[in-house]
């Protein structure tokens, strides 16, 4: 079997699925209205609205420009999909184009702005 990011066979699969963004960074890229992957706890908000895994943010209806830093693993297609159809925010995946979710989310969404 093919070994992963750093030689793990399922490199998701750790003590934590939660990848905290610098604050920094969601300072530059915002102001978000929405973060339906906020970390529980964090350290500080995302977006004006945050639903954490307890609220099931793929269930909550999105508002406004969205951030999503989504859960890495097999399910991080189900986040991308819900980004391409919401149509108005930044996702934060690692740029694994090798990989499915990845290739066909970055391909439909180029060819709808080409």
């Not at 970390?39 to 209806?61: H, I, Q």
């Given at each position: 079997?093919?070994?992963?990011?750093?030689?793990?066979?399922?490199?998701?699969?750790?003590?934590?699925?939660?990848?905290?963004?610098?604050?920094?960074?969601?300072?530059?890229?915002?102001?978000?209205?929405?973060?339906?992957?906020a970390?529980?706890?964090?350290?500080?908000?995302?977006?004006?609205?945050?639903?954490?895994?307890?609220?099931?943010?793929?269930?909550?209806?999105w508002?406004?420009?969205?951030?999503?830093?989504?859960?890495?693993?097999?399910?991080?297609?189900?986040?991308?999909?819900?980004?391409?159809?919401?149509?108005?925010?930044?996702?934060?995946?690692?740029?694994?184009?090798?990989?499915?979710?990845?290739?066909?989310?970055?391909?439909?969404?180029?060819?709808?702005?080409?």
């Open positions: 079997m093919g070994r992963g990011i750093s030689g793990h066979e399922k490199p998701y699969e750790g003590a934590t699925n939660v990848w905290l963004t610098p604050k920094e960074l969601i300072g530059a890229l915002g102001p978000f209205e929405c973060d339906p992957c970390a529980d706890p964090r350290p500080f908000d995302c977006a004006t609205v945050n639903y954490t895994e307890a609220d099931d943010g793929l269930s909550k209806r508002n406004g420009f969205a951030w999503c830093n989504p859960p890495y693993g097999p399910w991080v297609g189900v986040w991308l999909e819900r980004m391409r159809t919401h149509r108005n925010g930044i996702a934060l995946v690692f740029a694994r184009t090798d990989t499915k979710a990845v290739s066909y989310t970055h391909l439909d969404v180029y060819k709808r702005q080409t």
